[in-house]
């Protein structure tokens, strides 16, 4: 069974410009989560999805960052337009249920994303 | 709010030493703690967990044990080898809740 992936595993943009990350989490997994690591900070929560749907995005940080899961299966999270403070590791978590809790999360290597 | 305070690195040891690195939290209930590792150039990977007071997760010779009078959550181990370096990050998830509440990560570095 393939984990977790993402793409791409490094990024360097300018300032102003736009990135998109992309998460193929397990299949069949109906949850996916995207966290992220400021370097030298812990790793934080940014959103939860549940299958398609929004379950919880409480922890992004502004309007500048979009999260999309189209058809329940891989999601993408754009950054647009990016800022100095948005470099940073930005892992990406699959598990399994419905409901969400309880269940083991599987996490990608993340994506390395370096704004200049 | 919750939170996890874990020691700060890196933590520097030679093969075989005894390991422990320190981890704290705040939570509101009664969460669930994990211990996370990360490999070079891979995924946070479970490395253990303790879903209630002094339950002991192991795993690959690790051990933490769920102490909610001091609400701490310290790993260890007994021996470590050079396989073993990587970064350790603590965290706990809430009951009822599915996302993670992280530490700042740990660095471990072992030496032959």
């Known amino acids: 069974e393939a984990g977790v992936t993402q793409f791409p595993s490094h990024s360097v943009i300018e300032k102003g410009q736009t990135v998109t990350l992309r998460c193929d989490p397990i299949s069949g997994h109906d949850n996916l989560y995207w966290y992220r690591r400021v370097m030298g900070k812990e790793i934080k929560f940014l959103l939860h999805f549940v299958k398609e749907s929004k379950q919880d995005e409480s922890g992004m940080p502004n309007n500048r960052f979009l999260a999309e899961r189209t058809g329940g299966t891989y999601s993408t999270l754009k950054v647009q337009p990016a800022e100095l403070e948005d470099s940073g590791v930005y892992f990406c978590?699959?598990?399994?249920?419905?409901?969400?809790?309880?269940?083991?999360?599987?996490f990608g290597p993340g994506t390395r994303l370096t704004v200049l | 709010g919750n939170s996890v305070t874990q020691m700060e690195g890196p933590v520097t040891l030679s093969e075989e030493a005894f390991l422990t690195i320190n981890c704290t939290y705040t939570a509101t209930g009664y969460p669930s703690l994990f211990w996370y590792v990360q490999y070079p150039g891979e995924g946070l990977q479970l490395l253990l967990k303790?879903?209630?007071?002094?339950d002991k997760g192991s795993n690959k010779g690790f051990e933490a044990t769920y102490r909610k009078e001091t609400t701490s959550f310290h790993l260890e181990k007994g021996s470590v080898q050079v396989s073993d370096s990587a970064v350790y990050f603590c965290?706990?998830?809430?009951?009822?809740?599915?996302?993670?509440?992280f530490g700042k990560g740990t660095m471990l570095l072992v030496s032959p």
């Open positions: 965290a706990l998830r809430r009951g009822g809740y599915s996302t993670l509440t």
């Open positions: 978590a699959s598990s399994r249920g419905l409901a969400g809790g309880g269940n083991e999360q599987f």
């Open positions: 303790a879903t209630k007071a002094d």
